[in-house]
Each structure stands twice: as structure tokens, then as C-alpha cells.
């Protein structure tokens, strides 16, 4: 079975801080994604990587950054917290077929708070 | 991003009860996938689609990848407390993934 492991269930942290999700999957999947999940409004794609070294942004990238050092690893940060920015974030990684992605694999999510 | 047109929003049924929820798009889609997602926990994967008409079953849930390749169903047949979660439906295309919007279920013992 995939894994896609979330370093922290939850989080807490102050306005101002820069934070780091951490995200690692055990399939070899080229690729990894980060959404956050908000009441209402639903999944929304940050950023995702298609290779080591190489992102692209989502549709709500403002406030983040990410860095995928090693395949199997896809790390979100958060440069300088601020309230609007406590969600829940989710990672998911996927396989290439051809030109087809497979089914992603989400992680346990991280409910991030920032007082 | 573009967003999948999922209904229904919510769901309060009796234990036992028939489930039925649907996803639409103005996309063609290759592939129709089905999560769960449990209160506090990430999605999980229950079904997925991959041809136009396809009818795939997991156990009491059964799926089916519409013929105009714009739309899916989830049926739930004779369902249980822990049926409880959130469902949403997912299209792959190019290097991304859309996802609907969820239907919230609730089953009452």
C-alpha cells in the first residue's frame, strides 16, 4: 500500500513564524501536491512538483513556498504565518502512466493554527 | 481551479437507507475517482473509473462513469454509522486534479 506520511497532525504557531509542513511517500511517485481544505470552500491546490527541484504553482500560491530536495520528499513552507493561513493541509502523491496520472494518495493532513 | 459540481451538499439518512450522490463537469474526463474522508483524518480512495459506462464496485458502494464522460455517481447500499465522512469525487487532467466540492453524509442510528 502507498504511503504518504504528514509529519504533524497538528500545529500551532505564532503570526510571524516561518513554518515548515514536511511530506513523505514511500511509492516512488514522481509526482506530490499540497492543498489546503477549508470549510465551504473545498480542496485547493498550492503548489505541486513533478520531479525533484521542479514546482509549479496552484491556484492560491501567495504566502508559500515549497522545496523537493529528494523524490520522495515535498516540503511546504510558510515564510511568514499569519491567521489566514491556519487550515487543514494535505499532501497527496501520484504516479505518471503515459500521460495519466493515477489515483493521488492523500497523507493524514496537518491542522495548522497560527494565533 | 476548476471545481467539480457535486451533489448533493449534504445528506442525513437513517441507518439502513440507500445512498445516492453525483458529480458533473463541463470537462470531458478520462478517469472518475471516489474518496472518503473521515472527520480530522486525510481522504482515502474508494473507487476509481477508467472507461466511459464503467460500473465498479467496493464492497456496498458501487460507481459508475457516466457514458458522456461528464459526470459519475456513488450509490451506497444499506448504510452503517461508520459510512459517516465526507465524499468527493476527483478528475484527473494534464498534471492536475479537480476535485467536487463534497457531500457531507450522516447516518442516524
Known amino acids: 500500500d502507498v504511503k504518504v506520511t504528514q509529519s504533524s497532525r497538528y500545529l500551532v504557531k505564532r503570526t510571524g513564524e516561518k513554518v515548515f509542513l514536511e511530506c513523505v511517500q514511500d511509492m516512488d511517485h514522481e509526482n506530490m501536491f499540497w492543498y489546503r481544505q477549508d470549510p465551504g470552500l473545498g480542496l485547493r491546490l498550492i503548489y505541486f512538483s513533478y520531479d525533484v527541484k521542479m514546482k509549479e504553482k496552484g491556484d492560491i500560491p501567495e504566502g508559500y513556498s515549497v522545496s523537493r530536495e529528494k523524490k520522495e520528499r515535498f516540503s511546504l513552507i510558510l515564510e511568514s504565518a499569519s491567521t489566514n493561513q491556519t487550515s487543514m493541509y494535505l499532501c497527496?502523491?501520484?504516479?505518471?502512466?503515459?500521460?495519466?496520472?493515477?489515483?493521488?494518495?492523500f497523507g493524514d493532513g496537518t491542522r495548522l493554527s497560527i494565533l | 481551479g476548476q471545481q467539480l459540481n457535486q451533489s448533493p451538499q449534504s445528506m442525513f439518512i437513517q441507518e439502513g437507507e440507500d445512498v445516492s450522490m453525483n458529480c458533473t463537469s463541463s470537462?470531458?474526463?478520462?478517469?472518475w475517482l471516489w474518496y472518503k474522508q473521515d472527520p480530522g483524518e486525510g481522504p482515502v480512495l474508494l473507487i476509481a473509473?477508467?472507461?466511459?459506462?464503467e460500473l465498479t464496485s467496493n464492497g456496498r458502494l458501487t460507481a459508475q462513469f457516466g457514458i458522456t464522460r461528464k459526470d459519475s455517481f456513488l450509490n451506497i447500499s444499506a448504510s452503517i454509522p461508520s459510512d459517516v465522512g465526507i465524499y468527493f469525487c476527483?478528475?484527473?487532467?494534464?498534471?492536475?486534479?479537480?476535485f467536487g466540492t463534497g457531500t457531507s453524509l450522516t447516518v442516524i442510528p
Open positions: 470537462s470531458i474526463f478520462n478517469t
Open positions: 473509473l477508467y472507461k466511459a459506462g
Open positions: 497527496a502523491s501520484t504516479s505518471l502512466v503515459g500521460f495519466s496520472n493515477q489515483p493521488q494518495h
Open positions: 476527483a478528475g484527473p487532467t494534464g498534471n492536475q486534479f479537480y
